[in-house]
């Protein structure tokens, strides 16, 4: 988690630094605060909304020094991300994860590193390659699977991805498979008839498997920042998406996405993806993502 929330720490936490260690809280303070939180990609609604509640807590407890301000602000960005259930919950198998996302979010990998990390907790996990239109995204998949040891259920490049889907789920059944998740192809929020058609997977699922599919994961590249809040809108509203997957944190200064991500959807961000490796992926902790975010640079270094 401190890998993910680095680069964001880095983009803002030298004025973060000395805003905290400064010697008083005037209205321009407050102000400086604001803009620092837009830079990190809050959004101007959640920084506005903050400071002013930051500003109004400051003055009911009569606090002056801008370093106690620090606890204040982490405990809000928490409140933020929401506190709730970031794991799948159990049920019986086979459980369905639909994973769906913009072109070039990183979807197809983030489903290995999710596959990988299931697998690490002793289930057993199968892939659908339902991403039948992009080229070579069958071939990724099964690359994936070989490296990853889980079995793809694919066919041919152009075939009708809710067929793929069925054919997954029916073979997911015979073996008693504990997980399968689903690749989709990937499609801009605003192209309509993709968006229906992935509203049909989510049916063909749901006809084959009673309550799936149990997950909906939308993956997000942290680096889209806010422009990446329409995009999550339209998939919320078109597949009910029920969590989010933050990709490519590591890779970017704009963190802070997570905050506006999570207040624009109403759902959770269950994973985050911080590098290249199958092994860098993990269950999102607000928490400890709000306090590394507002680390310093010096304090999140091992053994200092």
Known sequence: MDAGAAPTRRRFGGGLRRWFDRGGLGDADWEELEELLIQADLGPELSLELVDGLREAARDSGI????AVRALLSERLTAELGSGERAFAAGDPPQVVLVVGVNGAGKTTSIAKLASLLQSHGYSVLLAAGDTYRAGAIDQLRIWGDRIEAPVVAHQPGSDPGAVVYDALDAAKARGVDYVIADTAGRQHTNLNLMNELAKVRRVAERQVPGAPHEV????????G?????????F????DVTGVIVSKLDSSAKGG??????RALGVPIKFVGTGERTEDFAVFDPQEFAAAVLASDEAAEPGS
């Open 226 to 234: 806010q422009n990446g809040l329409r995009q999550a809108q339209a």
């Open 236 to 239: 919320r509203d078109a597949v």
């Open 64 to 67: 002056k020094d801008p370093e």
């Open 257 to 262: 996405v997570a905050f506006a991500v999570t």
């Open 217 to 224: 994961l939308l993956v997000l590249d942290a680096l889209t």
